[in-house]
């Protein structure tokens, strides 16, 4: 892409879309013009990018005229009632809530895996995966390809800064209040985060699973195409500030092992493996923090189950989980 794009970022002052900025600035993408956009206390707030400082402008139903793309990360409320405003005007909305994933009509885009499908979108609307399913199959759909997945167990380990800047902020009062023996009360979580797991990440759903761990089954299926996939997810909030983590077992159509499972990640983009275990060497939630790409390790054999492997998988939720990936898609365009 080298024609200059009129580009609006809905949510600008956030941390998804402050990581936009940086993403659109660092990827050198094409920015004729740029205008952010956000709620009324937020209006009038000056950001700089390459150079210059923008103001960011209070977002109405009239703030996309002219606009090419779109970026949308402020929630799925303000995407469902200003997305399809944005599509009228002609833009083509990239959204990063959950609010349009599922419909059919919507292509539901991971740019290293199905990124034709970008190209097919009717309401003039793309949607974001969620960042769990994203680096997860950052890890598998390379293993997909060549060896047909057919069941994924996993059980995720889900930074604070899933739950925005407040998640953040809410572990470091934690902190600090249990280091001075005062007396906290949680806001954001519904237990203590420090020093403690949470196993509810979104809110649960009749089956007892959340609606987080249901996103990994319904949004993987619809990017992969696979609607006979099958899969079972415990989602957990640990107190780590950013980047996620993933374990797997991945179950296969075909025979595979270690050594073919590492292969099949060679020359593949977005996904590096880092695995050996007998030298410390695996990937942890720091080696992605502010990174690209999505690191794998502890690739090892199943001991349950047939043609199945355990994998471990990391990566940065608000880069690649969020805006990287959304300004990838803008590249495709």
């Avoid at 979580?189 to 699973?209: C, H, K, L, M, W």
């Avoid at 990994?216 to 500030?241: A, F």
Wanted: net charge negative; aromatic share 6%.
């Amino acid at each position: 892409m080298s024609e200059p794009k009129h580009v609006a970022i809905v949510g600008a002052t956030g941390a998804v879309g402050e990581e936009m900025l940086l993403c659109l600035e660092q990827r050198n993408f094409p920015v004729g013009k740029l205008t952010l956009l956000a709620s009324a206390r937020s209006a009038g707030k000056r950001i700089p990018f390459r150079g210059e400082e923008i103001v960011v402008q209070e977002l109405t139903h009239d703030s996309f005229a002219g606009v090419d793309i779109a970026l949308f990360s402020a929630g799925g409320g303000i995407s469902k009632e200003f997305g399809p405003s944005a599509a009228a005007a002609g833009a083509v909305v990239i959204d990063n809530s959950s609010a349009f994933r599922m419909d059919e009509g919507v292509p539901l885009v991971v740019p290293e895996i199905n990124p034709a499908a970008a190209k097919d979108h009717p309401k003039g609307i793309i949607a974001n995966p969620n960042c769990t399913t994203i680096i997860s199959l950052m890890a598998l759909a390379p293993l997909h390809e060549k060896f047909g997945l057919k069941a994924i167990i996993a059980s995720s380990y889900q930074a604070v800064s899933g739950s925005g800047a407040q998640g953040i902020v809410e572990l470091e009062e934690q902190v600090k209040a249990i280091a001075t023996g005062q007396p906290f009360e949680p806001r954001v979580y519904p237990r203590q985060i420090a020093f403690n797991v949470i196993p509810q990440v979104d809110s649960f759903t009749e089956n007892g699973y959340t609606k987080e761990e249901l996103k990994m089954l319904n949004e993987g299926r619809k990017i992969l195409g696979h609607d006979d996939l099958k899969v079972s997810c415990t989602c957990v909030r640990v107190p780590v500030y950013r980047s996620h983590s993933v374990s797997i077992t991945a179950v296969f159509e075909k025979p595979i092992d270690v050594e073919a499972a590492r292969a099949a990640y060679a020359g593949k983009p977005g996904i590096q493996v880092v695995d050996d275990p007998e030298n410390k060497v695996f990937p942890v939630p720091l080696d992605t923090t502010g990174k690209d790409d999505c690191l794998v390790g502890r690739i090892r054999k199943n001991l349950v189950l047939d043609n199945a492997l355990d994998l471990w998988v990391v990566g940065d939720q608000v880069r690649k989980g969020a805006a990287l990936n959304a300004v990838q898609i803008a590249e495709i365009l």
